[in-house]
């Protein structure tokens, strides 16, 4: 008989959630993506002067979400317990980065009216929907099974 052929594709990345491989390896990449993304939020915070306190918010989660995205890498109760918190904060403060940056959009001159030249000359106002994203892959690994 022959051999079955080698899973490949999306058949191994359903493999792998379904063996609980998957929930490991998206809270590695939850840690990466924190660490990564608060860098880059901090450049562009600094650019800016951090002229609103809140800005050093996403600045500060970024080694919380890498700390909890390690821990729960190596520990089941820790990806069912901090991940969750941790990565439900992120999202939050995307959330809350996303109205803070359309309300620097609508204070440049001319506002919303002027939106093709605000959106580019203003803040970014999809980049903290960046961070969101890397506290829903937290989430998500929060939720998925863990390898036995």
Avoid: C
């Amino acid at each position: 008989m022959a051999s079955p052929p080698d899973i490949v594709g999306v058949d191994r990345l359903v493999r792998n959630i379904r063996t609980g491989h998957f929930e490991r390896s998206l809270s590695a990449l939850t840690a990466a993506g924190a660490v990564v993304t608060a860098a880059e939020i901090f450049f562009e915070h600094d650019r800016a002067s951090f002229g609103n306190p809140w800005m050093w918010a996403p600045v500060a989660l970024g080694p919380v979400g890498a700390v909890a995205g390690v821990a729960g890498f190596a520990s089941r109760r820790m990806a069912k317990t901090l991940l969750p918190v941790a990565s439900a904060a992120i999202v939050a403060n995307g959330l809350q980065g996303t109205y803070l940056h359309a309300r620097g959009i609508a204070q440049k001159p001319g506002g919303w009216r002027n939106a093709r030249y605000n959106l580019e000359m203003g803040p970014p106002l999809l980049a903290p929907l960046l961070m969101s994203m890397v506290g829903g892959m937290g989430l998500l690994a929060a939720v998925l099974r863990r390898e036995q």
